[in-house]
Nanobody
Framework: HVQLVESGGESVQEGASLKLSCAVSGLTTYPENCMAWFRQAEGKEREGVAGIAERDGSTFYGASVKGRFTIRHDVAKHMLYLEMNGLKFDDTAMYYC????????????????WGQGTQVTVS
C-alpha cells in the first residue's frame, strides 16, 4: 500500500531556511498524479502549499509562499521535497505531503494519500 513519511521539520528563527522531505513507498509509477505539500496551523484549516503535476512537471504554489518555497520531486529516489526560504512566523504549522489526482487549486478533497506530518515552528 502507499505510504508517505515526512521529515525535516524543526524549530527555526524567522528568515531561516528549511528543507522538508517526504519518502514515498508503494508506488512504482506516477502517472497522472499530483504530489503536494499541505500545512495546518493550530486552529486553522489545512491549506495547500505547493504541488507538482507528474504529467508535465508544472508547479503550483499557495499565494502566501510563492517565491519563497520550491517543490521538487525526485522520481528515481521516490522523494518529494519542499525547500522553504525566508520563513515567517505565519509559516508555523504541521506540514503534510500528499498524493492526489489534480493539482490546480490544491484542493485537499482531491488528495487521497497523506503522511503523518512534520512540525515546523518559526519564532
Amino acid at each position: 500500500h502507499v505510504q508517505l513519511v515526512e521529515s525535516g521539520g524543526e524549530s527555526v528563527q524567522e528568515g531561516a531556511s528549511l528543507k522538508l522531505s517526504c519518502a514515498v513507498s508503494g508506488l512504482t509509477t506516477y502517472p497522472e498524479n499530483c504530489m503536494a505539500w499541505f500545512r495546518q496551523a493550530e486552529g486553522k484549516e489545512r491549506e495547500g502549499v505547493a504541488g507538482i503535476a507528474e504529467r508535465d512537471g508544472s508547479t503550483f504554489y499557495g499565494a502566501s509562499v510563492k517565491g519563497r518555497f520550491t517543490i521538487r520531486h525526485d522520481v528515481a529516489k521516490h522523494m518529494l521535497y519542499l525547500e522553504m526560504n525566508g520563513l515567517k512566523f505565519d509559516d508555523t504549522a504541521m506540514y503534510y505531503c500528499a498524493i492526489g489526482y489534480e493539482c490546480p487549486g490544491l484542493d485537499r478533497d482531491n488528495f487521497g494519500y497523506w503522511g503523518q506530518g512534520t512540525q515546523v515552528t518559526v519564532s
